[in-house]
T-cell receptor
Framework: DAGVTQSPTHLIKTRGQQVTLRCSPK?????VSWYQQALGQGPQFIFQ???????QRGNFPDRFSGHQFPNYSSELNVNALLLGDSALYLC???????????FGQGTRLTVV | QQPVQSPQAVILREGEDAVINCSSS?????VHWYRQKHGEAPVFLMI?????EQKGHEKISASFNEKKQQSSLYLTASQLSYSGTYFC???????????FGTGTRLQVFP
């Protein structure tokens, strides 16, 4: 049983560019959440998708957007990258009735 | 709004016990516990729901005091593999947001 998979694992972008990160949830999971984790900090909630709709959102600007596809996979898009967007981006999948989050290995984004 | 964990760091010898606390200023529906090793993703340990608790692992258990909006994680007879940073994640009512705590770094030495 494949767990949560994310791609790419590492990415280097220039300020002002746009980036798309991808996530495939654990088999059977239909809810996907995205988190940003800065070095030495806990994960910060960006948003959650369920049934292809954004269900919850954290305190992140509109530059952060997402999408969920019919097969439950998801994308995180960040526009107009800033140096401060450099972080580990984690995707987690869960079930509506058992909300434990299972995390992917993350995408390390470096903005230069 | 971010749950506060204490202590910030713990150093143990193999076989010793530890308690990690998580405190929230908001009413909680559930508390999750995760362990993250350096360079890896957080790994789910257990979830505690209002009105009960769920034990996920041997020698690692947790409690949830709804009235005090607090949870504690108990690690008994620690093993080297317990090393890592422990995060609590809290869910309030009418929300599916999981808010992670400040983290507790645990190091176990032989």
């Amino acid at each position: 049983d494949a767990g949560v998979t994310q791609s790419p694992t590492h990415l280097i972008k220039t300020r002002g560019q746009q980036v798309t990160l991808r996530c495939s949830p654990k088999s059977g999971h239909d809810t996907v959440s995205w988190y940003q984790q800065a070095l030495g900090q806990g994960p910060q909630f960006i948003f959650q998708y369920y049934e292809e709709e954004e269900r919850q959102r954290g305190n992140f600007p509109d530059r952060f957007s997402g999408h969920q596809f019919p097969n439950y996979s998801s994308e995180l898009n960040v526009n107009a990258l800033l140096l401060g967007d450099s972080a580990l981006y984690l995707c987690a999948s869960s079930l509506p009735d058992f909300r434990a989050a299972f995390f992917g290995q993350g995408t390390r984004l470096t903005v230069v | 709004q971010q749950p506060v964990q204490s202590p910030q760091a713990v150093i143990l010898r193999e076989g010793e016990d530890a308690v990690i606390n998580c405190s929230s200023s908001k009413a909680l529906y559930s508390v999750h516990w995760y362990r993250q090793k350096h360079g890896e993703a957080p790994v789910f340990l257990m979830i505690l729901l209002k009105g009960g608790e769920q034990k996920g692992h041997e020698k690692i258990s947790a409690s949830f005091n709804e009235k005090k909006q607090q949870s504690s994680l108990y690690l008994t007879a620690s093993q080297l593999s317990y090393s890592g940073t422990y995060f609590c994640g809290t869910e309030g009512y009418n929300t599916d947001k999981l808010i992670f705590g400040t983290g507790t770094r645990l190091q176990v030495f032989p």
